[in-house]
């Protein structure tokens, strides 16, 4: 049988654990291509460019 904990954790040491579990916004860069906002590193969802090529064919 595994050891269990003898005294039960307050609402302050389970808030002060979970106090930097926020969420941070998600940072955007624009294309060079099409100048519209894209996540970093990857492929703009609007014209495929990526690292100054085409890797997606437009339909």
């Given amino acids: 049988m595994p050891p269990l904990p003898k005294k ?3 609402k302050k040491r389970k808030g002060g654990r979970t106090a930097h579990f926020g969420l941070s916004p ?7 291509q099409c100048r519209l906002p894209k996540l970093p590193h990857r492929a703009c969802p609007n014209c495929y460019y990526y690292n100054g090529r085409q890797v997606a064919v437009v339909s």
């Fill in 26 to 32: 998600v940072t955007l860069s624009d294309c060079p």
């Fill in 8 to 10: 039960k954790h307050s």
